[in-house]
């Protein structure tokens, strides 16, 4: 086994998952905690960051890729959560496209018209963060982080699932 292998790094102590079947239900009470805890270190890279831009000093490349890093994360979280939703409502199969998960949501009453046009820009941005990387517009990134834009993002992962399915 190399030390690439995949099932390797995100396994915990050689604990393999054949076809990705999980032997008991979700526990999403668990499922939320753990996004909480992995929010509120991305919260503390964004703060970080941002006073970093606002110094003298700015963010240097490794703290520019830790940037994205952390709204990647946060968006790759917020879609994984939207398709928990959706299974949990009931919407089966839960669609494979990320902008197609927050349609539905949209159409289960789970958020509005206007809340799938957020989701597109933040979909957008994680895309172009993680398949176009030699052309991702720090300008833009910086506005996200400037005006607050991530919050949307947050204030989704904040909501226990409970909210959602009323």
């Not at 809340?115 to 991702?136: P, Q, S, T």
């Not at 990134?141 to 834009?149: N, S, Y």
Request: hydrophobic content about 45%.
């Amino acid at each position: 086994m190399g030390v690439w292998n995949y099932f390797d790094f995100i396994n915990a102590r050689g604990a393999h998952r054949r076809n990705f079947t999980f032997a008991k239900p979700m526990d999403y009470e668990l499922y939320h905690e753990a996004t909480l805890a992995m929010l509120r270190r991305q919260e503390r890279a964004l703060s970080d960051a941002k006073a970093r831009m606002q110094s003298e000093a700015g963010l240097s490349e490794l703290e520019w890729n830790g940037l994205e890093h952390a709204l990647q994360l946060l968006v790759e979280n917020a879609i994984g959560k939207a398709k928990h939703l959706l299974r949990l409502a009931g919407y089966s199969p839960a669609p494979v496209n990320a902008y197609d998960a927050f349609v539905a949501l949209q159409e289960a009453g789970m958020c509005s018209e206007s809340d799938v046009d957020v989701w597109a820009k933040a979909i957008g941005m994680r895309n172009a963060i993680v398949h176009e990387y030699l052309k991702v517009d720090r300008a833009l990134i910086r506005e996200v982080l400037d005006c607050g834009a991530y919050r949307h993002v947050t204030d989704f992962l904040e909501r226990p699932f409970e909210h959602f399915l009323k």
